[in-house]
């Protein structure tokens, strides 16, 4: 079966960056295509008994509107795996992550809502990556990993990469994961297997008039515009007041703390829970000087559970692609907030825990969604949820 050339009349698109097909019955996600063209696919994964099938296209019979020329030599069938649509143009690559994210929210959450996604970026889609995590192959050449695979592509230019990343590649190194960052600040970056070989141990970060220190290869948003663009959307849906109690739940080096902080003022309080320990000490460096902020350093579901949140106005949260899940769910409903802001980067945990949520009478009331990752399947979303009695008042 693996290795069979087939050809497919391709369906809608579908969460992970492939598209839909049927061969015999049985589905196919298909890569590098686009809803309503006719391919010729080879079989990357599945068996004869295998409930559904993987295959890549590897020759557009009917091309549909939208496929553009790839400006990448290593994307397409079998090579990179950083990147889903470098054969789609901007639009095209909007329009499919709309219908990603409508997708799940109907199926996982009952939820039937148009997606406009936004683009921050105007720009071409390429050089926006401001951190690179670098795969090492087998002669200490840097990397990208192929689709679900360990198998490493050397790459020497990775044309969605910020052109003033720190260059790694052309140097073989011993190391087995190099993480190459730049800074808005302009602090170009080294980590290799997570010590700092060049540059300083902290990247600044500039958001709207604050300075962020981040360490090494810690967690920071990847598009030069998706900090602000995040944290402008937060607040915006909070709509912090003065005075007012607000968790900010996954943390990081306190991004959306301290605009929250800022925000309730000196009255307020804002408490942020996040558990990696180098983001914790940037959390409290960061923070110094709106002392209206707490951190705790605890795992969110610890915290939740042993009552260190305390009761909220409102609640932040931003979990690694997982998502909260539905303990941490109902862990936040009962902290007792009237609106919930949930940033996430991957709609179907999103929209499972919308799920959840609605279980507990808080209704989804805005979605935003944000193409900060072209190229790529990723689509970070901001959602407002809101109790369904606040609502109906
Ligand atoms: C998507 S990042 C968001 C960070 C921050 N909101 C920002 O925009 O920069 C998720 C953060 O959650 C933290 N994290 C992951 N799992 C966690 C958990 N179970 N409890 C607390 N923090 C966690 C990670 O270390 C990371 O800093």
Not at 294 to 299: G, H, K, N, S, V
Request: a negative charge.
């Amino acid at each position: 079966m693996i290795g069979d050339v087939v050809e497919l009349d391709v369906g809608p698109i579908a969460h992970g960056g492939h598209c839909v097909a049927r061969l015999e019955g049985r589905v196919v996600f298909v890569r590098h295509t686009l809803p309503g063209e006719r391919v010729r696919a080879v079989i990357t994964d599945g068996t004869d008994t295998s409930r559904f099938l993987r295959a890549d296209a590897v020759e557009v019979l009917d091309a549909a509107a939208g496929r553009v020329d790839s400006r990448c030599g290593y994307a397409g069938p079998g090579g990179c795996g950083g990147c889903d649509f470098q054969h789609v143009g901007l639009a095209t690559q909007h329009r499919l992550l709309g219908d990603v994210v409508r997708e799940q929210l109907l199926r996982l959450a009952g939820i039937d809502r148009e997606v406009a996604v936004e683009a921050p970026d105007d720009g071409d889609g390429l050089g926006w990556r401001t951190r690179v995590a670098w795969a090492v192959d087998g002669d200490g050449r840097t990397g990208l990993r192929k689709h679900r695979s360990h198998d490493v592509v050397p790459i020497e230019h990775c044309p969605i990469a910020h052109p003033s990343l720190p260059e790694v590649t052309g140097e073989r190194w011993s190391a087995g994961r190099v993480d190459a960052v730049v800074s808005s600040e302009g602090d170009a970056i080294v980590v290799a297997d997570e010590e700092t070989v060049r540059g300083r141990r902290h990247a600044r970060e500039s958001v709207r008039g604050r300075t962020f220190r981040v360490t090494g290869s810690g967690f920071w948003q990847v598009h030069p515009r998706a900090a602000e663009v995040l944290a402008e959307a937060v607040l915006a849906m909070v709509v912090p007041r003065t005075g007012e109690r607000i968790a900010d739940l996954y943390s990081g080096v306190g991004l959306f703390t301290a605009f929250l902080a800022e925000a309730v003022g000196p009255d307020g309080a804002v408490v942020s829970v996040e558990s990696e320990a180098g983001a914790v000490r940037d959390a409290r460096r960061n923070l110094h000087d709106l002392p209206q902020a707490r951190i705790i350093d605890d795992r969110v579901e610890r915290a939740l559970r042993t009552g260190k949140v305390g009761s909220c106005d409102a609640v932040v949260l931003d979990p690694p692609r997982s998502g909260a899940k539905a303990r941490v769910v109902r862990e936040i409903v009962e902290l007792g907030p009237s609106r919930v802001v949930y940033v996430a980067c991957d709609p179907a945990a999103l929209a499972r825990d919308v799920a959840s949520f609605g279980e507990h009478g808080y209704e989804l009331a805005d979605l935003r969604a944000y193409a900060l990752f072209p190229m790529t399947h990723h689509v970070e979303c901001v959602a407002l949820l809101r109790r369904s009695s606040d609502l109906t008042r």
